[in-house]
């Protein structure tokens, strides 16, 4: 009984770090994006920025503490950062370091939106929840981590060690000598 609702509790964190992985995945490269004109171009429906110079401009409206040589540098940096976190995620590679940066960085931006524009920004565009699923995933299982880069080589070495999946799943090493 204790082994099927470890089992079953298992699968609920499983199904919820994939969908906290995919949505600031697609959030973060969502965003990416539209600084391209991937969504269309500037001044059209559903388009934020529609060019990296209208990105720019926001940002140093979000960081008026930067100095204006560097907003250019600051940009990059949160382009950088939301590109490297959004495939990190996407991919499941390096998982709790990837959520524990992104809670971070989305944190950064919601404080900047809410001192440099108002407190609804960060609020309407959902700046503090996607932070909070963040943190959420940093602080799961890592054995729950599925279709994950990170998962796989876990398995192996867990396995390579002498666990078994059920060993795993109740937290033990499977000995061959107690199990006869």
Do not use: C
Request: aromatic residues 12%; glycine residues 8%; hydrophobic residues 55%.
């Amino acid at each position: 009984m204790v082994v099927q609702a470890v089992a079953q509790r298992e699968r609920v964190w499983s199904v919820a770090t994939v969908f906290a992985r995919l949505a600031l995945a697609a959030g973060f490269l969502s965003a990416v994006a539209d600084r391209f004109g991937w969504w269309g171009p500037p001044n059209t429906a559903s388009v934020g920025w529609g060019d990296f110079s209208a990105y720019t401009a926001y940002t140093h409206t979000l960081s008026p503490y930067v100095p204006d040589g560097l907003q250019d540098a600051a940009a990059w940096a949160a382009t950088t950062a939301e590109s490297v976190l959004g495939l990190t995620l996407l991919a499941g590679v390096l998982v709790r370091w990837s959520a524990w940066a992104a809670a971070a960085l989305l944190s950064g931006f919601a404080l900047s939106m809410g001192l440099f524009l108002d407190w609804e920004a960060p609020l309407s565009s959902s700046v503090f929840a996607a932070a909070a699923a963040a943190l959420l995933l940093a602080l799961a299982p890592v054995d729950t981590f599925a279709l994950s880069v990170d998962r796989i080589f876990d398995r192996k070495r867990t396995l390579g060690s002498g666990r078994s999946a059920a060993g795993l799943a109740r937290g033990r090493r499977e000995d061959p000598a107690a199990a006869q």
